[in-house]
């Protein structure tokens, strides 16, 4: 039991929807069963499994925005989907398995994963949803200060400490915005660019200094 404890502690933790969720692949391993039994139980007993209570599915845009925090999980990219165990998911696969092994592993689950620490939500990974804002946000900053709308984007990713959208949390994203509003809005003061800078340098090292052109909007006299 106690090298179970050790195994679900270090394994490497994945949050959705606000929830510490499991893939099957490393619930199986626990489980010490192969995962084509978890997805046979589950297609056998799908009225048993409530989307958003035991598990959740995850496929298209937003399975692309995730598979930056699953790096080291051996995700296929060939995947098109993939399904995210909840804790009640997980018992839900313990109950089916009814092995010692099964419950002995989920109680580690419980324990040492699932409950481990609570969520903060801006460290969720950003949806296409959550990335709309910003979009239009550099278009707008484009638009008022007549620099490329990549400009913008190049901005949102500096404010967050990022290198591309893909990597942008939900925090990452209230960020960038808060950035943008000043410089869409001509207010910025030399105290927003230091803070960007800042961040840019967190993680790409020391540069030269960011600089953006700010034009007066069309009809103001400079």
Do not use: C
Request: glycine share 4%; aromatic share 6%; hydrophobic share 35%.
């Amino acid at each position: 039991m106690q090298s179970l404890k050790v195994r679900a502690a270090a394994l490497p933790r994945i949050q959705w929807n606000g929830q510490t969720v499991i893939t099957t692949e490393l619930l199986a391993q626990l489980y010490e069963t192969e995962a084509k039994h978890i997805q046979q139980n589950f297609a056998r007993n799908s009225l048993r499994f409530n989307s958003g209570l035991h598990y959740y599915k995850v496929s298209g845009r937003a399975l692309k925005d995730l598979r930056p925090s699953l790096r080291g999980l051996q995700i296929s990219a060939k995947t098109r989907s993939l399904i995210l165990w909840t804790d009640r998911g997980a018992t839900r696969h313990a109950k089916m398995i009814e092995t010692d092994r099964a419950w002995d592993a989920f109680s580690a689950l419980e324990d040492h994963y699932f409950k481990q620490f609570d969520v903060d939500p801006d460290l969720e990974p950003a949806t296409a949803d959550d990335k709309e804002i910003l979009h239009v946000a550099a278009y707008r900053l484009s638009v008022r200060n007549k620099v490329p709308i990549s400009t913008g984007h190049t901005i949102h990713n500096e404010a967050a400490g990022t290198k591309h959208y893909s990597e942008l949390t939900k925090g990452g994203v209230k960020q960038a915005v808060q950035a943008s509003a000043p410089l869409i809005e001509r207010t910025a003061t030399e105290e927003h660019f230091a803070k960007i800078q800042a961040r840019k340098n967190a993680v790409t090292g020391p540069t030269s200094q960011l600089a953006l052109p700010l034009h007066d909007p069309p009809g103001q006299v400079s």
